[in-house]
Nanobody, 123 residues
Framework: QVQLVESGGGLVQAGGSLRLSCAGS????????MGWFRQAPGKEREFVAT???????KYADSVKGRFTISRDNAKNTVYLQMNSLKPEDTAVYYC?????????????????WGQGTQVTVSS
């Protein structure tokens, strides 16, 4: 059974940092694009960052320069380093994996999803 499990969420003050992890199991994702999305209360889920199988990265404008996505294929894990956090970054963060190697900004570009991890940024 293929699973993605996120961890690393929590409560942090504005200006602080968190690192989210997403561990895959049931298959290897080294040749697949991976992504992070988030959903704030009352809002639709939105794209945050993606990394292709060749480690090419893309970011939403709202997080560019503050967040960094990376991957460790030996651990079948993708990370999201979040710095200079703002209250508007508060959301449930979801990890996703595509069956393809190229990145996508769209939810429909991903085939496997984690359960999400809560990130709360206090002002």
């Amino acid at each position: 059974q293929v699973q993605l499990v996120e961890s690393g969420g929590g409560l942090v003050q504005a200006g602080g940092s968190l690192r989210l992890s997403c561990a895959g199991s049931g298959r290897t994702f080294s040749r697949n694009a991976m992504g992070w999305f988030r959903q704030a209360p009352g809002k639709e889920r939105e794209f945050v960052a993606t990394i292709s199988w060749s480690a090419f990265t893309k970011y939403a404008d709202s997080v560019k320069g503050r967040f960094t996505i990376s991957r460790d294929n030996a651990k079948n894990t993708v990370y999201l380093q979040m710095n200079s956090l703002k209250p508007e970054d508060t959301a449930v963060y979801y990890c996703a994996a595509s069956q393809y190697g190229s990145s996508s900004y769209e939810e429909m570009g991903y085939d496997y999803w984690g359960q999400g991890t809560q990130v709360t940024v206090s002002s």
